[in-house]
């Protein structure tokens, strides 16, 4: 559960209810980015995680409320109301209830929005990423005890989406995560948000709630 942990950590470093100081810049770029995505009916990102030394490819579908997570072996499935934890090692899912709300919990059907409470930011400045220019913006939270320190996102210039993420944590390590493809408003179905236990032979199910 490493890799998804520190993935959840994006979010639960982050969602702290407090006021923040708004660098206006970095509040353009930040309002023009969750405008995009907010704007979408789904979307499918694919990305590389690296850290510790290691790389790992994985993939990410959101739609509405709903979405399906997979990485380095692990895959996270979720309806909105159930979330199925999958993991390949050992052929066994976790099942329990989901609660979108609930603090610390890993919601990417929000997370483009959650800088709007529990940040201070500011703009760091234009870079090249790929041959194109993205807009910097640092992410730090109010709180000190957080495990992560800072998060720097990178957001294409032109069309506004997210191409990245940078995470640094109290002991210094940095993390990232870079896109590596987008597709925007994808054709899938419901079910696809929801483990069939039908499709992993022999799984072992652990009924949590």
Sequence with gaps: MKKLALLWALVIGFSLPSVAQKDKKASEVLDAMSAKYKALNSYKAAFTYTGEGSNYKGDLTVKKNAFRLKLAGQEVFTDGKTMSTYIKE???????????????DFNPTKIYSIYKQGYNYKYIGEQ?????????VELTPEKKSTQIVKVQ?????????????KLTDKTGK??????????????????????????????EVVDLR
């Design 90 to 104: 050992t052929n066994e899912v976790n099942v329990q209830d989901y609660d979108a709300g609930a603090a610390g």
């Design 128 to 136: 090249k990423q790929g041959g194109q220019p993205v807009e910097v």
């Design 153 to 165: 996102i990178s957001v294409n210039k032109k069309d506004k989406q997210v191409k990245g993420w």
């Design 174 to 203: 940095v993390t990232s995560y870079t896109i590596d493809k987008f597709t925007p408003n994808v054709a899938v179905a419901d079910a696809y948000f929801v483990f069939d236990k039908t499709k992993y032979p022999g799984v």
